[in-house]
């Protein structure tokens, strides 16, 4: 049975290819179209999924689309009114958004593949999410979570999900309706603080280790607790539904202060002593610190409500809020839950992987075990024809376009291919301990928005000014972005202040996780103000090749261990092809670049 | 059974939106919002017919 | 004449549209922005088709120098747009399939940064001093710099004076025609905000107390959790 996964239209497009119930292709759009969180119809993602199974669009059986666009269309609609007379802006937009394109969802996915609507099924975005986190965990029953902005009509929802004679059982427990959303309320304060929604989560989480949580008990009123574990987010702080008025409202800047302009500066930092803090910028990380706690507060409560519903020793977390990762870490740790399985891509991105293995599943039957998948589904490169190039590229044809503040210049790239892996890993391991900042690309892509050893920049996790030159010279990132480091599984103990069962639940980059102190010093590069870090634990059988070279470099260095970050210039999605790759290299102070076996490096003769 | 979409796929699948948006409506308990989502699926279809003539539109408009 | 209309259009947009609306400088570069990075994305497809590695290494180039033109619209942005840059997000669409000569999709390229420049040089006339201002000078000097050369370059790979002629009258059809489809659009847009809008004031007075009463209702109490067809 040949099942094609297909999500778009609000963020963050994507498709999955699942033949007889195995993932055999997945990917994100934005890594084909270099368009970051690309919406669009993912007509390249679907292309490469066809091509990776080798069939075309008229071999499908069936095609699962991750929202159910009527009951959406219900709820945008509805929520245009609700404000009425104040939203004619907010109604006009989406109805011409929704009328003319999102409402017929199912005849442009017909007539893009050119099949049947009859062979194309939908489900609810929440159920969705739902699905995508039970059908890759493994787990024989558990309990589900969702937490998210919003989909059809539910913010949050908790499910039931278990396996009967060989096919998945999930059941609705509880919707948590719009517009009581976590998700939105956590992106609002986003924009509120001059970070980009919907991206730039993550930089608020950031932040918040920077500041103290002074303002918490007003942040409880605007997101109150409930005795039984759920929440009740006051609306009169946020502009959900009249969205043209800006995130917040003037109830929110009376409360906590005046938002912040994006060109306003930040004076944290990760690595070096801050400058003054002035007492703006002070109270803008105590606001990002007071949101990121009662956010810890309402998911661990749905975590102890639905263990009440569903007392299972599994939870499988999904939805844009499980890239919370300081958030993951609590439930791991303090809710009722024993195991704790978040898929590699827990976002919208990933449904496509979700929907395709529920359907397969459904039909064709099969064992939890049996669809389980790696996150090293996407595309796969030849770099011969990219590597001939390089002797034809002149450096002083570059030199105009380097990227601001970048020096290196007039020298020559040189490539040399090696002719095993165990001398490739020897090589690089020494530019490493060399302090050379290198660019690692093998095989196929990561799915989701963590790179995990196939498509990483990394550095030696030691060297703070090293990360400052990263930070600067290569990916342009904001000061107060921690970084975080991979290490071999034999290291994870050496390195993480974690319970031993927790090992194996951060192979994927998903929980801010106590570093120990006596490894802080070999990871200061890695680690972020309040002594955490966001590990990949690397094993063997995960990415042997990306295990190779940790185990090369822990030769030298004395520990397993790499500052990893996903190889992307800001505003970019991760780099896919050689040449996206060779581009970057050609622009930025990154000193080397490794394709498979090849290294390609600018060295002086 | 072909799996390949038919001349006439389009035409099935307009009233099949229609009617499913419409049950979806009092799913959710919005009953008196079907009237208005006929009217509003109705004046979708009259954009649609303008939209399919929008490379003669700028003419057409230039008329009045 | 069309550029003297085109100058016409950009001065009063200048002088009197950007001004009563500022949010309008920010959109009108994050379009450059888009502009640009949509030729990169091209050139990349073009190159997978070129098997002359010291042609593959001018449009390698090529592509570095339209990378840092959008980078260049991004700190641009950054000074005028008032809030984070998020880039827009048209859907790619591939010109040529993929068994077409390379240089086709140069010439198309091409073509449009032609006309990018063009419309660059007449904005970078109307504007006062200021970062939008020195970062179209620099752009406009770069894409100057490289317009014989992509003609040469054309011809490298295998494409004939004609071919080329052809190619490019090929495109600014097509360009045409979309512009064509552009005025049209805003003609249906402008008619369809008209008629929304009255439809919401109309009917909104019926349907806004069951709309709020929904949104209060805290649960959802409809299953909708299952398998779907239309």
Redesign the interface.
């Known amino acids: 049975m040949r099942v094609l996964g297909i999500s778009y239209g609000y963020h963050d497009a994507s498709a999955c290819m699942v033949v007889d119930g195995k993932v055999v292709a997945a990917a994100a759009e934005e890594r084909?179209?270099?368009?970051?969180?690309?919406?669009?119809?993912p007509?390249?993602a679907v292309e490469y999924c066809l091509k990776e199974a080798g069939i075309t669009s008229?071999?499908?059986?069936q095609a699962?689309f991750h929202e159910?666009p009527?009951?959406k269309?219900?709820?945008v609609?509805?929520?245009?009114?609700?404000a009425?007379?104040d939203?004619?802006r907010e109604?006009?937009q989406s109805?011409?958004s929704w009328?003319?394109r999102k409402?017929?969802a199912?005849?442009s996915i017909?007539?893009r593949?050119?099949?049947?609507?009859?062979?194309?099924?939908?489900?609810?975005h929440?159920?969705s999410h739902?699905v995508q986190a039970f059908m890759g965990s493994g787990f024989e029953s558990a309990a589900i979570l969702v937490v998210d902005a919003v989909g059809?009509?539910?913010c949050s929802a908790l499910?039931h999900g278990t396996w009967q004679e060989g096919r998945p059982q999930?059941?609705?427990l509880?919707?948590?309706?719009?517009?009581?959303s976590l998700g939105l309320v956590y992106s609002a304060i986003t924009?509120y603080l001059?970070?980009?929604p919907n991206?730039?989560e993550a930089t608020t989480m950031a932040l918040a280790a920077f500041g103290k949580p002074r303002f918490a008990d007003r942040m409880r009123a605007v997101v109150a607790g409930l005795d039984d574990g759920l929440y009740?987010v006051d609306e009169d702080y946020f502009n959900f539904?009249r969205f043209f008025r800006g995130p917040v409202t003037d109830k929110f800047i009376e409360t906590f202060g005046p938002a912040r302009?994006?060109?306003d500066d930040l004076p944290f930092n990760c690595f070096e002593e801050a400058t003054a803090v002035t007492a703006d910028a002070a109270r803008l990380a105590d606001v990002a610190a007071s949101t990121q706690l009662v956010l810890e507060e309402r998911v661990l409560g749905l975590c102890k409500k639905l263990h009440s519903m569903a007392p299972s020793e599994n939870l499988c977390f999904a939805g844009g809020v499980s890239l919370n990762c300081v958030s993951n870490y609590r439930i791991l740790s303090e809710s009722p839950f024993k195991n704790v399985y978040i898929p590699p891509d827990p976002g919208d991105g990933g449904t496509s992987v979700g929907t395709a293995l529920?359907?397969a599943a459904?039909h064709g039957g099969g064992a939890p075990e049996r669809h389980r998948y790696s996150p090293y589904l996407g595309a796969d490169f030849d770099e011969s024809?990219?590597i001939?190039?390089i002797?034809?590229?002149?450096p002083e044809?570059?030199t105009?376009?380097?990227?601001?503040g970048v020096t290196l210049s007039g020298l020559k790239w040189r490539s040399r291919t090696y002719p095993n892996r165990a001398a490739l890993c020897a090589a690089v391991a020494d530019r490493l301990m060399q302090g050379q900042i290198v660019g690692w690309v093998q095989g196929r892509s990561e799915i989701g928005p963590r790179a995990l050893g196939n498509r990483s920049i990394l550095i030696r996790p030691d060297d703070k000014a090293l990360a400052i030159r990263l930070s600067k010279q290569v990916k342009e990132r904001a000061a107060l972005r921690p970084y975080a480091f991979s290490v071999a599984e034999r290291d994870a103990l050496a390195t993480l202040a974690i319970d031993p069962a927790h090992v194996r639940a951060n192979r994927w980059m998903q929980y801010a996780v106590p570093v120990l102190e006596s490894a802080r010093d070999k990871l200061a590069a890695a680690v972020h103000i309040d002594g955490t870090t966001r590990p990949q634990v690397c094993y063997p059988e995960d990415n042997p090749a990306y295990h190779d070279l940790l185990v090369a470099f822990g030769e030298r260095f004395g520990l397993c261990a790499l500052l990893n970050t996903s190889f992307n210039a800001s505003?970019y999605p991760m780099v896919t092809?050689p040449?996206?790759a060779?581009?970057m290299f050609?622009?930025t102070e990154m000193d080397v670049l490794v394709l498979n076996n090849t290294v390609v490096s600018r060295d002086v003769e | 059974?072909?799996?390949?979409?038919?001349w006439y796929?389009?035409i099935?699948?307009?009233p099949?939106?229609a009617v499913?948006?419409a049950?979806?409506?009092r799913?959710?308990g919005?009953g008196r919002?079907v009237p208005f989502?006929f009217v509003?699926?109705f004046?979708?279809a009259v954009?649609w017919i303008i939209n399919t003539i929008a490379p003669l539109a700028p003419f057409i408009y230039s008329l009045f | 004449m069309i550029d003297a209309i085109e100058r016409l259009k950009i001065r009063f947009a200048v002088s009197i549209g950007w001004s009563a609306d500022p949010g309008r400088v920010g959109e009108v570069i994050r379009g450059f922005q888009s502009t640009e990075?949509d030729g990169?994305?091209h050139l990349?497809r073009g190159?997978r088709s070129i098997?002359d590695?010291?042609e593959?290494?001018?449009v390698?180039?090529h592509?570095?120098?339209e990378?840092?033109h959008a980078?260049a619209f991004?700190?641009v942005y950054?000074?005028y747009?008032?809030?984070?840059?998020?880039?827009s997000?048209?859907?790619?669409k591939s010109i040529y399939q993929g068994d077409a000569p390379a240089w086709k999709t140069l010439a198309f390229v091409h073509v449009g940064e032609v006309d990018a420049t063009r419309r660059f040089r007449l904005l970078r006339d109307a504007l006062p001093e200021g970062p939008l201002k020195e970062c179209l000078r620099t752009v406009i000097d770069?894409e100057e710099g490289h317009v014989d050369l992509t003609h040469d370059m054309l011809r490298r790979m295998g494409a004939t004076d004609g071919g080329i002629r052809r190619a490019v009258a090929g495109v600014r059809l097509r360009r045409l025609w979309e512009g064509w489809l552009r005025v049209g659009r805003r003609v249906v847009?402008t008619l369809?905000?008209a008629l929304?809008?009255v439809v919401?004031?109309v009917f909104?007075?019926f349907?806004?107390g069951?709309?709020?009463r929904?949104?209060a209702?805290?649960?959802?109490t409809y299953?909708?959790?299952?398998?779907?067809?239309?």
């Open positions: 084909f179209t270099r368009q970051k969180h690309d919406a669009n119809f007509t390249y008229s071999d499908l059986d699962v159910d009527h009951a269309f219900s709820r609609l509805c929520s245009a009114m609700a009425y007379p939203t004619r109604f006009v109805m011409k009328l003319g409402l017929w199912v005849n017909s007539a593949l050119d099949i049947s609507p009859d062979r194309i099924t939908y489900l609810g929440h159920f739902a059809d009509w539910a499910y999930v059941e609705r509880l919707e948590v309706a719009f517009p009581n924009a001059g970070f980009s991206d730039s009740q539904t302009k994006p060109t529920y359907y459904s024809a990219d001939e190039l002797d034809f590229i002149k044809r570059i105009p376009y380097l990227k601001p505003g092809t040449v996206e060779m581009a050609a622009r | 059974m072909s799996n390949r979409r038919r796929s389009g099935v699948i307009v099949r939106t499913r948006t049950m979806a409506f799913n959710q919005l919002f989502v509003l699926l004046g979708a954009l | 990075a990169v994305w990349y190159m098997s590695p010291k593959r290494a001018i390698f180039g592509c570095l120098e990378e840092s980078d991004v700190r950054r000074h747009g008032g809030r984070a840059f998020s880039p997000h048209f859907e790619r770069d847009d369809a905000t929304l809008s919401y004031y909104g007075l349907l806004f069951a709309a709020r929904k949104l209702a805290g649960v959802v299953d909708n959790n299952s398998l779907k067809r239309l």
